[in-house]
């Protein structure tokens, strides 16, 4: 006997037109993470990853992005930064807005997972991090950006107080690793290499997706 119309069961109802604000230094690992079956409804949208050193930008930036998820109808925004040396003044912007973020002063942080990179950071406090993204734009963002290439002399005033680089990585690439092994050669460091794969950053999407505070 064929089902009737009404004993089929009701459709469920889509989910929330859902956006991710990021730092673009998280736009591979966030765009990874939105491969998984049930997420098609989130978008993403990044500010500069170079903010990191202009982060009294990051809170306004934030909050443009906002407002402007907001006037195209988007139901529930989510935000991949950390405090990311704002001193406060992101989350002042988000308990306005209403919108949560992943936990953690940086990336580092919520990649290694709290605890994690508190015990790092105590058994070794002159060390220096990065991340896959961080790799791969070594010579961008910190060789040319310190202006090392120009003036290599600057090096001990850089860094003279590290003894340690540690690469936290995300995936699995023999290519990072020889970069990140190559930057600590420059930079005069020790290397270790720590694999973190997605850290909390993947557990903060889904949470927040499937279990969301704000509505």
């Known amino acids: 006997m064929e089902a009737t119309a009404r004993d089929k069961a009701p459709e469920p109802p889509a989910p929330p037109r859902t956006r991710i604000i990021a730092c673009g230094a998280l736009a591979r690992e966030l765009l990874a993470i939105m491969k998984q079956p049930g997420l098609t409804h989130l978008s993403l949208t990044c500010l500069p990853a170079i903010w990191h050193n202009r ?21 529930r925004i989510l935000v991949a930064y950390a405090d990311c040396g ?50 791969r734009h070594f010579d961008r963002l910190m060789w040319q950006g310190l202006g090392l290439d120009r003036h290599p002399d600057l090096r001990d005033a850089y860094f003279g107080h590290y003894t340690k680089l540690v690469y936290l990585a995300q995936i699995d690439d023999p290519a990072l690793d020889a970069g990140a092994q190559e930057a600590a050669a420059r930079l005069g460091l020790s290397y270790e290499r720590i694999s973190t794969g997605m850290g909390e950053l993947a557990g903060f999407v889904n949470r927040a997706v499937h279990h969301p505070k704000q509505g």
């Open 55 to 75: 982060p009294e930008r990051i809170p306004d930036g934030v909050r443009g992005k906002i407002r402007q998820a907001r006037a195209e109808g988007i139901e």
């Open 86 to 135: 704002t001193g406060g003044l992101l989350d002042r912007v988000l308990e306005e807005e209403g919108v949560e973020r992943i936990d953690g002063p940086h990336c580092y942080a919520f990649f290694a997972g709290q605890a994690r990179f508190e015990a790092l950071a105590d058994a070794e406090i002159g060390t220096f991090y990065l991340t896959d993204y961080l790799v």
